[in-house]
């Protein structure tokens, strides 16, 4: 689609308003071409001396009250049509947020967040201004120009009309000229300036890092080249542009010479009058409208079209997944792995080989091995952030892809090794997946994540904002507040993905305790733990151990040791560690 196909069916949906601007405009337009021959008029009949009194008055009165006519419809024109126009780039805007809603981790990857901020603001601002002011400009500017032009010749005279016309095709061609190079400086100043907003976003996020590296110098210069970089194309765009107004002035100078020197001449042979000719050089200065229109929507459209060659794309990236599951969630349902070979986008060797595992409802399964052995990736099957390249993932009996996307992911409590929280409070935090839960059970639920006691001490409890993905908390405070929140949920499935990795054994136990605790109450709750302490999974009914994607030893926690292979070998390992930090 291109850009004018995505503006004219924008203008199809909402043809009202633009209708209604539409014939403001032209009344503002037939009145503006008016007021030069209604001034010619009233000085012929000065000259001629029939205007006196009253009759000069109601002439003048005329011409007052057709300003006034102007005024307000220019003031009517601009709430009808920008109204629309802005209604379009909430459109866009709200596209392109469904859009990455939509997205599993292979579009994030191959997308960079600056980029999604700039198409987001700047990219559908220029999309905006193309579907309002381009439009506006265009149809305002091209019928003044016809109504003038017409007034010029048939109403004044049409020698004096053509040969005022004759330097416009030299500015026409001057104008494809520009606009070629104004589209390329347009596309790309928004490039850079996406990959400035790359530079603030990655600065920004990692900002402890880059302080504790020592690296605010090289972070300060990197941004020093990316701004003067984006100022300087932005710049260049503005010249280009700039180009536009002396190629109009040069051309209505030269229309002007040519015009009055016409005009004198066919004044002294009486072929017109002189209040035609004021009228006609009246004209001849209406006309610096229309010609900065043309160069105004010229360089609107380029920049809304470099917008949209950056925007379209995204939008019509395919779905990440395909959410085209028409079942329920089972309740109660059994999670089947059945014999599921996954491997990543780009990579050459498969992440997860065979996998055949089965979580009964109330179930614990333990999952463990070394980094990089597929732990993780066998919790994003489940989440549907990936679908498997061979086997298929079953739960309750029904393939996964059979069942809707959002109640499967409602069925999920989730909580990765680094949780995000956002810019908001404690409570808000935890009752992010429930907002109507009352404070005492978000309390009690970070009584079962032990962070309650840690809560307390804050200066303003559950109301303690957390900051930016929850800066001011330490890492095993956000995994706990991440668990209350999972908790809170009330789902019949909790996947904690290595969450307790950031916290001491004793909180560890006792978070453990208190699921087992939970669990009685809640025996239809499953949950899934991927640790690499052997210390999390050791009360599981069933641990498996992954290496490079296969499982090579399952069992319980006892029937591991008793087998003595890379469980047993951990285990003892992870013990001795223990007993010497705790000496």
């Not at 006519?69 to 909430?90: D, K, P, S």
């Not at 280009?240 to 100078?253: I, K, M, N, T």
Request: net charge neutral; proline share 4%.
């Amino acid at each position: 689609m291109t850009l004018q196909q995505l503006i004219g069916g924008h203008m199809r949906r909402h043809w009202r308003p633009y209708a209604a601007s539409a014939l403001m405009l032209s009344t503002i337009a037939v009145l503006t071409v008016w007021i030069p021959r209604q001034v010619g008029h009233v000085v012929d009949e000065l000259v001629a001396q029939r205007l006196t009194g009253w009759t000069l008055a109601a002439e003048l009165g005329l011409l007052l009250l057709a300003g006034l006519c102007i005024y307000l419809l220019r003031v009517g024109w601009r709430l009808a049509l920008f109204a629309t126009a802005y209604e379009m780039g909430r459109g866009l805007r709200q596209r392109l947020y469904d859009q990455m809603t939509r997205q599993g981790p292979a579009f994030f990857h191959a997308q960079r967040t600056g980029d999604l901020m700039a198409l987001s603001t700047n990219d559908i601002d220029a999309i905006e201004m193309a579907a309002g002011e381009a439009l506006l400009a265009a149809f305002d500017g091209s019928l003044t120009f016809i109504l003038v032009v017409s007034m010029m010749t048939l109403s004044v005279d049409a020698r004096l009309g053509l040969a005022a016309l004759a330097p416009f095709p030299f500015m026409a061609y001057a104008f494809w000229r520009i606009s070629e190079r104004v589209h390329q400086a347009w596309s790309d100043s928004l490039t850079r300036f996406s990959a400035l907003n790359q530079q603030v976003q990655d600065s920004l996020a990692g900002v402890r890092t880059v302080r504790a590296l020592g690296l605010m110098n090289r972070s300060r210069a990197q941004f020093s080249a990316l701004a003067r970089e984006a100022g300087d194309a932005s710049y260049q765009a503005q010249r280009w542009e700039a180009l536009f107004e002396p190629a109009v002035g040069l051309s209505l100078s030269a229309a002007t010479v040519i015009a009055l020197g016409t005009g004198a001449w066919l004044v002294a042979r009486a072929e017109i009058t002189i209040g035609q000719l004021t009228a006609f050089t009246m004209y001849l200065a209406q006309l610096i409208w229309p010609m900065f229109a043309a160069g105004w929507v010229l360089s609107l459209l380029e920049r809304g079209g470099a917008g949209w060659a950056r925007l379209q794309p995204v939008l019509n990236a395919p779905d990440g997944l395909q959410d085209t599951g028409t079942q329920a969630m089972p309740a109660h349902a059994a999670v089947h792995w059945d014999h599921v070979d996954f491997q990543y986008p780009g990579m050459t060797a498969p992440a997860l080989t065979g996998i055949d595992l089965q979580l009964m409802p109330g179930r614990t399964l333990g999952i463990v091995g070394a980094t990089g052995s597929g732990k993780s990736t066998l919790l994003k099957l489940l989440l549907r952030q990936y679908e498997p390249t061979g086997g298929c993932l079953r739960v309750g009996g029904i393939e996964a892809p059979h069942i809707r996307l959002a109640a499967l992911r409602q069925a999920i409590a989730w909580v990765p090794q680094e949780p995000f929280l956002f810019s908001a409070s404690i409570a808000d935090n935890i009752a992010l997946a429930r907002p109507q839960a009352t404070r005492e059970e978000i309390m009690a639920v970070a009584e079962l994540a032990a962070v309650h006691a840690d809560v307390a001490t804050l200066p303003q409890g559950y109301d303690t904002l957390v900051g930016e993905r929850g800066v001011t908390l330490s890492g095993g405070q956000r995994q706990r507040v991440a668990i209350a929140r999972a908790l809170l949920a009330g789902a019949p499935l909790l996947l904690l993905d290595d969450a307790l990795s950031a916290v001491d054994s004793g909180t560890e136990t006792e978070i453990l305790q208190h699921w087992r605790e939970l669990r009685q109450q809640h025996p239809e709750r499953s949950l899934v733990v991927v640790s690499h302490r052997l210390s999390a999974v050791m009360d599981a009914d069933e641990v498996v151990v992954l290496k490079q994607g296969r499982i090579i030893e399952r069992g319980t926690h006892a029937s591991l040791l008793a087998l003595d292979g890379w469980y047993a070998s951990q285990w003892r390992y992870q013990q001795l560690e223990a007993s010497l930090d705790a000496a």
